[in-house]
């Protein structure tokens, strides 16, 4: 692999400064030594966002009717299978390739380059690379598992499976690439720390687009205007699934530091750390104050979704918000989550698990929120990136979607899906002893 | 020989339970169903969306009884699964012709 | 923040031994790169201890009723959310400020003061500000989430949570900064590692004087002095709590070393997980075989309790017993759950979870074996501590839940209750389309 | 403890290899920096293997019914606590001690010997003793609970835990000496990184006995030649379990690299975890794709035990492969694991969980496959311990399981079988409030 | 009265209530259960086993009806459960000898 | 036409279903339940507390046949469902007036 910008480039003012203020320090450790925090940064955030995908298993599984808990499983593992491979084959070197500002570069097979460091020469700064791209693979897996959450109950697998393979080697890249990448976005001053736009809307776009081409779930959308309720089968499991992904975003946010090297870095870990966890603590209690508010009652599925609002909300920028700001930013992802999930109903769009209103809408929201705090970051430049990333991942999705649904097929028969997917896909039940209504 | 058949409310069993025995019935089988009835279910609110809880959970119980003592039975269910509100549910009596203990084939009254 | 004493003076005679005796090795390590290591042991251990958030919940849910299961993850979710912004509202100040002896400091918004190490002066033991706050933290909300499972299935969700904000933003700290603050606890000799009872036991007082108040569920304690037995609806997630616990303890007791910079910090935290496992294996087999013993039976979820029994009896001092010390500590700890656990319900205190047998009373115990292994604490100093924490927990605590029963109300209706807590205050079911008994 | 040679003289070729061409850069690292790190990979890598257990206890929970569903939670926090205390008493030594080439040593009570380090004699390549023992300690437990899916639903509580202690205290740390304690097969040139054959298989050769000896589930071999199918209950929980072995095998395999002192140490963990990754999501593929082909219709048991079967195939030797060929390994593995499980029921062997196609089949072509990567491994080396391996666990298992069988019996009586261990053994339920059929 | 048992696929169950409900009939009770019949059920392969799933989920329903209720009653459930396929169930229609709302004692018509 | 109703041992069911379809038997309705009976049910320990277990899980099959065929059903289910221990269950049973299959209106004989 060639020497790549990664998301460096991209970090944007907030590290700058620190890296500044802190320079005189930055000396002090050994190259070696920063080569290997920096290493296990990567891998030990890696490690924690890898279970991520666990944790939107567990969430969707609860929140999807039994009959099709079998098929959400399996579609949860094989697609972060599916993400690893089509990553190591075209999906890295097409993300930080240096072939020009729109892709990263069009070889196949990624293969680690430390010759430098195996010979001895260790730069400030490295890492292994292998590190780095365990790191940048778990990211491309969170893209994917968005977008089995929003479509669940009525997609074939294998179709779903088919636009993973693309999502995940070549959509998600080529955007990333454009920030990540080094990229035109990230040249024309995009910010997006650690991908609330770049992961979670690119995810979200991927999944709206095929809500709307794959249509409801039957009975979703009633003749006489009223919305279908399906309760999700088991809520400790969605909730077990936020308490995942809440731990595994420590690693997302924290490990896009990139680097662990130094005083000024490890300052900057914690500070993101504290900063992801107000926001999604008060995403909890915003979302909960919200639906008190409004409906007269808490509702437990909107404080889960909440919380994944306000995490993806400070995503886009987790370093420089004061723990005030991160709480603020939280809260309003918070408070969106609720107030989109009926107004994705109004659209007759169906999401059996709120997923575009966390990963979406808030996507967009913290991304919108970096100028707030990061005084390099500027609206125009923010909202030039969620446009872009919003167009293009859309129109090659719907393309995608498109050309699945006229080929292959993308949706389960009328009886399939009243039958479960269980059954009709997979020939097992979930929970094949337990009377379920 | 007669089959009471009693829907009521599931925190009502163990008390319902308590009475026949206590008035000498030897057995009884339950069952979780559904209702539908004058209490309508309620609407309830997910995610933001208004739907009406057609259903509501309440348990079935089967006792098969001596026909003299038939009328006894559906008092004491009446008695203990009664709590003035709506929902309380309903008491079906049916002829039974024929009653087997399947251990020994005993037959009629001796099998209950 | 001024600089804070932390758990440092707390740490005691153990720590100070070790560091003396390994002090010629001290030396070698850069400070910056020490500097990395510390932060670097508080967020790792921090994360797993966050976790345990997730412990607590699948522990609580698995063992209430399916009635009542959703609003367990309410309150847990809510809860851990609620202890971050109360401990970043006032809570870390209050606890380690430099007041006085008997609390912290009434500043409010904490934030992180790292200019010295940012403008390169980096001290010997230093580590970020923030990394600190998040590890402290994740203990505040863990002895929230001890609350909570005392009382499942019968308090109403709001009163709750003043409860849980109160405990996690005054009580908590207040008491911790006695010790952990260098306090006047800690000024005289009391000894408490990782928190058996600034955590634990703290936890345990807040909840057993709520049991007290708020009262058994109906049918617990019936008229003819029976037992009722409510068992939980699902063991495995019961099970996988406490394996998500066990996980979780290693950065409670290991991250409690405060520091990794040496390859002294290194042996105590290697040591801290081992005695940790081997007393919760401990606690396991000794819960295993006095169920057995005494009910000819072996329960399982004696043996979860008996596991929790054992790493708390195992983190008042967890550095110092050799591994059979920490067996034996544990094992008495699985033996005390077993054991107190129907001596509850003989005192008519209903606790859902078993709660304050396996925090509370090994807390106390825990505490108290501290003098076993560690020379420089005595007896005296222990129940001093454990009776003022006792006393301070037990005395608010008590104010708080009769203020909040009197004003707003504590209790669900009878009727809430029989139809479950699920449905009536949160108006939906934890597994609407399974049928339950 | 003495000093011991560990992995060290085991890592074969591959480790040597890169060691001498990163040495240049070796020399660097402060040796108390190095001494940290090492130990933190330790610590950081145990932890998530001893999480390793919760996997296996949700996956085992998840495949069998749910009549015996809290009685495999039992047996899984116990065989965790039983490994963690055998490991202490005398199995550390039997592996590690010196004595010879066939057994470590037969002290008892394990303890830390760090005298050196706190006297400030830190040596290159160093680590704090209780680093190692807890890392060495959760392999052996994941031997253990290989054992416990296969035999579940029959076997009886006790006799399980009394051969789990046998296994864990001496048979496991025995042939463990003789790879990892620098023992005859290390020094005849046998390669097994991770423990293909010393953890996976011998859990399996354990598991098979105990299989055979046991005899099959009530109805599983019907006497027409039909094969009883007896659905897991919760396939759910059973994803959630491989998920979390998943994670818990990055540390498993990249812990397995013992150090991390150095950039190429970090290089090689990097390149494990990426190998390891890469051969789970290529089991998990391949699994379905065999399944789609053999059944059409893909499994999703097969997909979970797909991923078990790449992961266990790649344990032998992570380090050397290419990502691709990592990928071929774990695909193998997948596809072995879809022919095996009939073919056991072919042989009438009943093992619960496909515990044997995944740790004992792919444990043996992975060690197979190292010479495929490693020059420095042989073909004939690896046989030869696969046979050794295989031919003294067997043994042992079968003469200790056919002690056990005729003095304290193994099998739960005929109506306890069919009624349930969970209400015969336990006297509860796992999930007391559903309605199971 | 009589009481009307109908056994019906469970994804009619909601189609077959409002069609009972328009034609005036205030309650019933449903539950779920497992059905063997001419739809044989089908084989499946689990871990590569072959093996016949012998039950079918269907759902009861109990409906007691005024005697010159039943018919339309059976009626109407046969037009909204049918699909037209094998295994849309059986309808069995029984005497009751009582019906009693336990809420109010009432007894026979006035009960339902 | 006869309506059988058996509460047996829930392991029991698939023997009972061949032995049934043996006879000629097409079809049967199964469903969980929870019985009470001279089979008290048991003392269990939880967590240090004792208390008794009441209902005991059983199995309750429906099968609707003709008249003359009742007799021989209700022998073999005593044949495949007894275990000769306290609690294998009863048999009930009552007259049905009608059968119906929905998919096709059949009655009678014709629809089972
Ligand atoms: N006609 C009916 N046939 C069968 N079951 C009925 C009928 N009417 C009511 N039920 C059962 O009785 C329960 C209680 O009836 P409902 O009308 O709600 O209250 P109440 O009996 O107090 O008027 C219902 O939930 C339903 O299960
Ligand atoms: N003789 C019977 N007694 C009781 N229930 C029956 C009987 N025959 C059929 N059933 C029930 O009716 C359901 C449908 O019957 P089936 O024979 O499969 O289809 P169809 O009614 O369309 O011919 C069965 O699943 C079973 O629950
Ligand atoms: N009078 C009854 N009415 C309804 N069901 C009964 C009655 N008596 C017993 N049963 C059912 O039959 C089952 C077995 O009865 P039980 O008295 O325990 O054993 P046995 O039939 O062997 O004497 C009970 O669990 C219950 O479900």
């Not at chain 1, 776009?205 to 089968?233: C, E, Y």
């Not at chain 1, 949706?411 to 039940?429: F, H, I, P, Q, V």
């Not at chain 2, 169903?33 to 739907?51: C, S």
């Amino acid at each position: 692999m060639k020497t790549t910008t990664k998301k460096f480039a991209a970090l944007g003012a907030a590290l700058l400064v620190s890296a500044l203020s802190v320079s005189p320090a930055l000396a002090a450790v050994d190259p070696e030594v920063e080569y290997v925090f920096n290493s296990l940064l990567f891998l030990v955030g890696g490690m924690v966002v890898m279970f991520m995908a666990a944790g939107f298993c567990m969430l969707e599984v609860g929140m999807v009717r039994s009959k099709n808990a079998a098929t959400i499983c399996l579609k949860n593992i094989s697609l972060y299978a599916i993400a690893g491979i089509m990553f190591y084959l075209v999906g890295y070197h097409l993300m930080y390739g240096q072939a020009n500002a729109y892709w990263g570069g069009l070889d196949i097979f990624w293969g680690a380059d430390d010759a430098g460091a195996l010979a001895g020469e260790i730069k400030a700064g490295g890492y292994a690379a292998g590190s780095d791209w365990f790191f940048q693979m778990v990211f491309c897996a969170t893209a994917a598992s968005i977008v089995s959450g929003t479509l669940a109950e009525r997609i074939k697998l294998w179709p779903f499976l088919a636009f993973t393979a693309i999502l995940t080697g070549i959509i998600y890249p080529i955007q990333g690439s454009w920030e990540w990448g080094g990229g035109w976005l990230d040249q024309l001053g995009f910010s997006d720390f650690a991908g609330s736009t770049l992961v979670h809307s690119a995810g979200g776009w991927a999944a709206i687009t095929g809500a709307v081409i794959l249509g409801a779930r039957q009975g979703k959308f009633l003749p006489n205007g009223q919305i279908g309720v399906f309760p999700g089968s088991s809520l400790p499991l969605a909730t077990l699934g936020v308490f995942i992904l809440w731990l595994g975003w420590f690693g997302f946010n924290g490990g896009s530091q990139l680097a662990l090297g130094s005083a000024g870095d490890a300052i900057a870990v914690s500070n993101i750390f504290i900063n992801t966890n107000l926001a999604a603590a008060a995403g909890v209690m915003a979302a909960m104050a919200t639906s008190q508010g409004v409906y007269k009652k808490v509702d437990l599925t909107m404080a889960l979704n909440g919380a994944i609002g306000g995490l993806v909300a400070i995503t886009a920028e987790p370093l420089t918000p004061t723990p005030g700001m991160a709480l603020l930013i939280g809260a309003i992802g918070g408070v969106l989550v609720v107030v989109t999930v009926p107004l994705l109903d109004k659209l007759k769009i169906d999401d059996v698990v709120g997923a575009i209103p966390a990963h979406l809408v808030c996507g967009i929201w913290g991304t919108l929120a970096v100028p707030l705090t990061n005084p390099e970051a500027n609206l125009g430049a923010q909202l030039l990136g969620i446009i872009a990333v919003g167009v293009f991942v859309s129109a090659v999705s719907t393309a995608l979607w498109l050309f699945l649904k006229h080929t292959i097929g993308i949706r389960a028969s009328e009886e399939e899906e009243l039958l479960g997917l269980d059954r009709t896909e997979l020939g097992l039940e979930a929970y094949p002893e337990f009377v379920s209504r | 020989m007669k089959m009471i058949t009693a829907v009521i409310k599931p925190f009502k069993l163990d008390e319902v339970r308590e009475a026949l025995v206590a008035l000498g019935v030897n057995g009884l089988t339950a069952c979780e169903v559904k209702g539908y009835g004058r209490q309508k279910g309620h609407k309830e609110i997910y995610r933001g969306a208004e739907y009406a809880v057609s259903f509501i959970p309440k348990v079935r119980i089967d006792v098969a009884v001596p026909t003299d003592l038939a009328e006894k039975v559906v008092e004491e269910i009446i008695n203990h699964a009664k709590t003035d509100q709506i929902g309380d549910g309903k008491i079906f009596v049916t002829s039974i012709e024929n009653v087997v203990r399947i251990r020994t084939g005993e037959t009629d009254a001796d099998a209950l």
